[in-house]
């Protein structure tokens, strides 16, 4: 039996909200990663470039504080479980560091393809 209440649209909305709350007041690697997503959004809006070229400068802009949130859910997770410092432990938290690390080398080649290329 899972330990989750029913469905609703709104207590989940809540939910995200409060998670993202939390990663904004603890997280300084979020709260940059989301600085720059506030900055480059208008360089999205306002570029001279096809919609597919701005969906994927969007897309691969929104992969890196997504990923950050994603390990910062697995380290938390892992120190949950022991603050022991044990092997399997350590590399749960480093596939999460090479997931953000993989993002942000998606969104650096990606923007430098378009942009290099107007």
Known sequence: MRNQPKYNFFKNTTYALKGLKDLLKTE???K???LIV???IPIIIFIDTTITNKLIMFITLMLMPLMEALNSAIERVVDLVTLKHHDMAGRAK???STAVFFS???FVVSWSTILFNL
Do not use: K, P
């Open 32 to 34: 940059i990663e989301l």
């Open 104 to 106: 942000i080398v998606i």
């Open 28 to 30: 300084s690697s979020f």
């Open 38 to 40: 506030i900055l480059l």
């Open 94 to 96: 480093d596939a999460g």
